[in-house]
């Protein structure tokens, strides 16, 4: 017998650059899968909903901030497949956004140089992401 595939879910992230090109990462907080790990902010899309508005959403929720969808570019996608989901991700690069950023979710917010991504644990989704980063910026 084949075990039935894993449910696939998608979630939008991004990669906000700020002008020293340092990127923001964000830590998990107790009580949710993976904490204590820093993940690239965002979340998942619900039914119905374009990618991109709901990383619009999600960037509010989670930071308080506006940004604009034509801000947001997509550049990588992550596929890993946890244990009871296939996580597909794609990390949209954003530079301008608007009002300041602060933890509305998260335990912690770091600004890191892409050299430096590498110091901080990361779900095993993100942590790919890390050297597209280092080679784009
Ligand atoms: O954060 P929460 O678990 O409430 O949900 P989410 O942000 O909608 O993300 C759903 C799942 O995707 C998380 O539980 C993580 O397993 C995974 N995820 C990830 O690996 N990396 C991210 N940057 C965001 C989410």
Sequence with gaps: ??????PVVLVVAAALVDVDGRVLIAKR???KALAGLWEFPGG???PGE???????RELNEELG???QE???APFVFASHAYESFHLLMPLYLCRRWSGLVVAREHAALAWVRPNALTDYPMPPADAPLVAWLRDLL
Excluded: F, S, Y
């Design 29 to 31: 907080p107790e009580g």
């Design 1 to 6: 017998m084949t075990d039935a595939p894993l």
């Design 50 to 56: 374009r990618p991109e508005a709901a990383l619009i």
């Design 70 to 72: 034509a801000c947001l």
């Design 44 to 46: 998942k899309v619900e």
């Design 65 to 67: 901030i506006d940004v």
